[in-house]
């Protein structure tokens, strides 16, 4: 049944969209053997950390970027989750720049602290908990867009084009960053019990945006990718959301429920409704979408078996290819056939050799790369 399922999901997604005929047979496949893995820290506020996925050899410089948050329902779980990888790894082989972050925990000493780990009996420490991994991916956007600016573009990402995704709790908090878009959108999807709660929050830790860091620059997203996630309140979604949505959930999951029903199927816990219930307000809307459900698998099965999570791979993968503006991507830097023609230091002065730091390469063509020299 599933795989009649996949194969009319793929169908749709064939002739909903014009194959994209511009990426050079690029991130629609794995084209690059190996990758560069890099950890940076994104959030000097919180040591905050991700790891970032390069294509080994790309001359590409303006490159779609995938982020992805972990699952752990809000209290365990890291950036090298298993799932994680595997999605960085093989999305930075199609030619994608992919990075996987952590982000603050219910266990969080900012955040819960030890009573955290039963956050999801009250709606203040949901409201809490979501927020503040929200506003950890939102500075995580922005590390990129003010590297962009400030860096010479370092990590060769198009930052117009980053889509933001993740597994189980990392899906919903992509889902509720993509969707709750102003204080007041907050607000209006959450009991009037808790609107006061919610205001002091925000007002104590810089609004929407957060205090996590790499303000100045745009959290905004262009594309969503949901594994099993979550929203609080379906009305949220509303014809001002655009971002293509694509998302992949078990239908028996008694963890997060495709359906609308409660976290762990549990009565005393918060309310939720997942996948099957998201995609056809989306529809309704008009927002472009795609839905794979597993048939008769529980929580995140792309975990446990390898040919499901190879048919998620493939199915988000389709369809971020079907989503991406390739016009926008083809600044290709060629290594191949630029110059070299003089360095300097951050002060302006001609380098010497020997000399180690921070330089800036000026080539022939007319590009500017910053770089620096270990001696």
């Known amino acids: 049944m599933r795989l009649l399922i996949s194969i009319l999901s793929a169908l749709i997604i064939y002739s909903s969209y014009a194959q994209n005929e511009d990426c050079d047979n690029r991130y629609q496949s794995e084209i690059f053997q190996d990758v560069l893995v890099q950890t940076v820290t994104y959030s000097d506020n919180y040591n905050l950390l991700m790891d970032v996925y390069t294509p080994v050899g790309d001359t590409y410089t303006n490159r779609p970027l995938l982020i992805f948050a972990h699952g752990g329902v809000f209290i365990g779980g890291s950036k090298t989750n298993p799932t994680m990888i595997n999605l960085c790894e093989s999305f930075a082989k199609r030619g994608f720049v992919t990075a996987s972050i952590n982000y603050r925990l219910a266990t969080h000493s900012s955040v819960l602290g030890a009573g955290g780990i039963l956050w999801m009996l009250g709606l203040d420490n949901g409201i809490k908990v979501l927020y503040s991994a929200m506003s950890d991916a939102k500075a995580a956007i922005r590390f990129f867009r003010k590297d962009f600016v ?24 992509a889902l509720h960053l993509n969707f709750v878009n102003s204080e007041e959108e907050f607000l209006s999807g959450i009991d009037e019990s808790s609107h006061d709660y919610v205001l002091d929050l925000l007002d104590q830790n810089g609004g929407l945006e957060g205090l996590s860091g790499n303000l100045g620059y745009s959290s905004e997203i262009n594309g969503l990718i949901n594994l099993a996630g979550a929203l609080h309140n379906l009305e949220w979604i509303d014809s001002t959301d655009l971002n293509p949505v694509v998302s992949c959930h078990g239908t028996d999951d008694e963890t997060v429920p495709a359906d609308c029903s409660t976290i762990y199927d549990n009565p005393l816990f918060l309310s939720i409704c997942g996948s099957q219930e998201i995609h056809p307000v989306l529809d309704e809307l008009l927002i472009t979408n795609s839905y794979l459900p597993f048939v008769s698998e529980g929580h995140v099965p792309w975990e446990y078996s390898s040919a499901i999570r190879e048919e998620m791979v ?16 083809k600044t290709i830097d060629s290594q191949k056939t630029k110059t070299l023609m003089y360095q300097n230091d951050l002060l302006g002065r001609q380098t010497v050799r ?11 063509d007319g590009t500017i790369l910053k770089t620096y020299i270990f001696e």
């Open 150 to 173: 400030e860096n010479l573009n370092s990590y060769g990402i198009d930052p117009n084009q980053i889509w933001m995704g993740g597994s189980s709790a990392g899906a919903a908090l």
């Open 314 to 329: 493939d199915f988000v993968g389709e369809f971020i290819y079907q989503n991406i503006n390739c016009q926008l991507i």
């Open 354 to 364: 020997g000399q180690s730091g921070f330089v800036f390469n000026f080539y022939n």
